[in-house]
């Protein structure tokens, strides 16, 4: 940033202006962000591209059979066995149920109703007994189902039976039990985390406040945003893109601040006027923040390319966020602390001409142990890596069932469990066959044998030329045995002549996401590396430096996705209620994991290297990166560990995907701060010394003519 725009932004007058706009901007949209999670879309269908196989179907079948349709069962079991006056009172109950308001008239099949029908009702050992009935809410499911839910716990209440909400009911009452609290727990319990650190990091009971004050605004003004985009622009947001957006919000903002403050801090010891020591300061800060924010929205929107409609709606959510961030970042914090001033400091005040305390550090320490020794160094701490990444071949991106989805057992797991061990299938549970009318009875008959499926019902017409029908799968929903069986379905029905078979359902959703998500891994992550090493080239203006950095970050992705392999396998067990056995993570993972580390662990880089460009200009490389690490190297490590913190809050909500990402970013990221930025590429840049520029000129025609102290004294206007 020009020094005569940064001095005119926290001028003695503008930052009173900066100030008004932004709570003008909190009053507006800070409103809306509370309605965020009114627009949240979780529906599994709305994630799938249109040229998947079972949105196809849900297409053809969307004049027959409503999608928002909520299959649900409603599980009772007694150990000693349903008496008559149980059974008596689960009918009239059943009947109760259909007068809950979203309950699909026709659609309650009491168990003795479906046993005179013969489609089961009761378990043979007569322990259990099943009321089927289904919602529709239209397009506002996920907001009622918790509601629905109360209301069938509140009716289905016999003194010694255990009763359980199933079928899609059950697991869409549990999912909206999980994000619950991501705009209010996680995100109070995320600034509890960064407020304590913060506290440490200053050493100041008050300083922390303005940072906080300033990532609060962020996080509502980019949370009122996001809400309009949902509402008005079609953008998908679901309960898992809001608790990134506010970690990730959280964790990069306080990052921004301690990077601006740090060098603010500096620049106090250098001025006497606070508005010329900011000026100063964004001045040198600002490019950084920029580029390491530019970073992250670039990368975030690179998910647009995603066939998955969550994952493409996850980008622009979190490039607002970070774009809103940034914003406030280098506006609202710099006109915060010229206006409170020096005694926000408090009790350490950086007061003019006293002496900088970097100069003897721990990391300048650090440096001074590197320097004799570089080569030595960055080639141990690459075979060390290395290792770590070994833990990758552990890693199963195949699915996960919905028993392993969660890190605790909800209860429509537990009603799962109680069909199964008594001979009864969740119906609830389907695959859905359209096909070419005449061909209705071959593709049935083709479906003869595939393992894991039920008996097919009769054919219904849902045009002159198409037809469907359904049969049940003996698995759970989102099973490897159940995507098997999907797609031994599809197998045999496309086999027919003529029949123009296409297969969907809950199973076939989630197999179709599996698929897509694997193609968005491929396509994506190669996408990111390049994007980002552009902006490097860019930044940088050298070519050998980008391409050595971006080689750190995959290796620094690597050794993060090993490690974590690790304590998914042996130490999550542990301390979480119910983890999945082995290192089974959701095809998604690799991607969200590799997207994060990788948009913010550059930012590391970018804090490090630009001070170290800025610093060779007067000092040469070698010396340059040395002054460079022990002026940043403590803001780094702190930013670091804030982030690694904030997403470690990810883990309060009970759902093991954002678990397994929290932590994967977190050991990512005090890996990258900790190793790999501070020790690491330090060691690289001392090795090579200036040949890191290449092909810049820059400190490999000497001599280097130091800058004049007088320039950097110069008086900026502050208005």
């Known amino acids: 940033m020009h020094r005569q725009i940064a001095g005119k932004l926290t001028g003695r007058v503008t930052k009173w202006i900066v100030l008004a706009f932004w709570i003008l901007a909190l009053g507006v949209f800070g409103s809306l962000s509370s309605k965020l999670v009114d627009v949240q879309n979780n529906e599994a269908s709305s994630w799938l591209p249109g040229s998947a196989e079972s949105t196809e179907v849900s297409n053809e079948l969307a004049s027959t059979v409503d999608p928002n349709d909520i299959p649900t069962l409603i599980i009772y079991s007694k150990d000693s066995g349903l008496s008559d006056a149980d059974k008596a009172e689960i009918d009239k109950q059943a009947q109760e149920m259909s007068q809950i308001d979203g309950v699909v008239e026709g659609t309650v099949l009491s168990p003795s109703q479906a046993a005179q029908a013969g489609v089961g009702g009761y378990s043979e050992d007569g322990d259990v007994a099943v009321v089927s009935l289904t919602f529709n809410f239209g397009s506002d499911g996920w907001n009622a189902i918790p509601d629905a839910a109360d209301q069938i716990r509140d009716i289905a209440q016999i003194d010694g039976v255990t009763v359980h909400l199933g079928g899609y009911g059950g697991q869409a009452a549990d999912a909206a039990e999980v994000f619950s609290g991501v705009d209010t727990t996680l995100i109070l319990g995320a600034l509890l985390v960064v407020i304590v650190i913060l506290l440490f990091t200053y050493r100041s009971p008050i300083l922390w406040i303005l940072p906080i004050f300033s990532?609060?605004?962020?996080?509502?003004?980019?949370?009122?945003?996001?809400?309009?985009?949902a509402k008005y622009a079609n953008l998908t947001v679901n309960g898992q893109s809001q608790a990134i957006l506010g970690i990730l919000v959280i964790g990069a903002g306080t990052d921004y601040a301690l990077l601006l403050v740090a060098r603010y801090r500096e620049e106090l010891r250098r001025h006497e006027d606070r508005h010329e020591a900011?000026?100063?300061?964004?001045?040198?800060?600002?490019?950084?923040?920029?580029?390491?924010?530019?970073?992250?929205?670039?990368?975030?929107?690179?998910?647009?390319?995603?066939?998955?409609?969550?994952?493409?709606?996850?980008?622009?959510?979190?490039?607002?966020?970070?774009?809103?961030?940034?914003?406030?970042?280098?506006?609202?914090?710099?006109?915060?602390?010229v206006i409170f001033g020096r005694w926000m400091f408090w009790p350490k005040r950086p007061a003019f001409g006293s002496a900088e305390p970097n100069t003897t550090g721990l990391w300048s320490k650090v440096g001074a142990w590197i320097s004799p020794k570089p080569r030595q160094v960055w080639m141990i701490t690459t075979v060390v890596l290395l290792v770590a990444c070994l833990g990758i071949l552990k890693i199963n991106a195949g699915g996960m069932s919905t028993e392993d989805t969660y890190t605790k057992e909800f209860d429509a797991i537990k009603g799962q469990k109680v069909l199964a061990a008594h001979g009864l299938v969740d119906n609830s549970n389907t695959i859905q066959v359209v096909v070419n009318t005449d061909q209705a009875e071959a593709a049935a008959q083709a479906l003869d044998g595939v393992e894991g499926l039920g008996t097919p019902t009769q054919a219904k017409p849902i045009s002159d030329?198409?037809?469907?029908?359904?049969?049940?799968?003996?698995?759970?929903?989102?099973?490897?045995?159940?995507?098997?069986?999907?797609?031994?379905?599809?197998?045999?029905?496309?086999?027919?002549?003529?029949?123009?078979?296409?297969?969907?359902?809950?199973?076939?959703?989630?197999?179709?996401?599996?698929?897509?998500?694997?193609?968005?891994?491929?396509?994506?992550?190669?996408t990111v590396l390049l994007v980002v090493l552009l902006i490097l080239i860019f930044l940088l203006r050298a070519l050998a430096a980008p391409l050595i950095l971006m080689a750190t970050v995959v290796l620094s992705f690597g050794a993060a996705m090993g490690l974590s392999a690790l304590v998914f396998d042996y130490f999550m067990p542990l301390i979480t209620e119910h983890w999945p056995e082995g290192v089974q993570v959701d095809p998604g993972f690799p991607l969200f994991a590799f997207v994060f580390l990788v948009a913010l662990g550059i930012d590391y880089n970018i804090f490090l290297m630009t001070r170290v460009r800025e610093e060779t200009a007067t000092h040469g490389t070698?010396?340059?990166?040395?002054?460079?690490?022990?002026?940043?190297g403590g803001v780094i490590t702190s930013a670091g560990i804030v982030l690694a913190a904030t997403f470690i809050v990810l883990g309060s909500i009970p759902f093991v995907f954002l678990s397994e990402l929290g932590v994967a970013v977190a050991l990512g990221v005090l890996l990258d701060t900790i190793v790999v930025r501070s020790v690491l590429v330090t060691a690289i840049n001392l090795d090579l010394g200036g040949k890191i520029w290449w092909p810049s000129a820059l400190d490999r025609k000497p001599p280097i003519e130091p800058k004049e102290p007088a320039e950097e004294q110069e008086s900026v206007p502050v208005g």
């Open 465 to 526: 030329t198409r037809s469907y029908f359904e049969a049940p799968i003996e698995a759970d929903v989102s099973s490897p045995s159940a995507y098997d069986t999907v797609q031994a379905s599809r197998d045999a029905v496309h086999a027919v002549d003529g029949a123009d078979a296409l297969v969907g359902g809950g199973s076939a959703f989630y197999l179709d996401t599996k698929v897509a998500s694997n193609h968005d891994n491929k396509l994506i992550i190669p």
């Open 215 to 229: 990532v609060v605004v962020a996080y509502s003004v980019s949370g009122g945003v996001v809400y309009l985009l």
């Open 278 to 337: 900011m000026a100063f300061a964004l001045h040198r800060a600002a490019p950084a923040i920029f580029a390491s924010a530019s970073t992250v929205v670039v990368g975030m929107l690179c998910l647009l390319l995603a066939e998955l409609n969550s994952t493409a709606g996850l980008g622009p959510v979190n490039a607002i966020g970070i774009a809103v961030t940034f914003l406030v970042m280098v506006t609202l914090l710099p006109a915060l602390l």
């Open 622 to 632: 070698r010396k340059g990166s040395l002054i460079a690490l022990s002026s940043t």
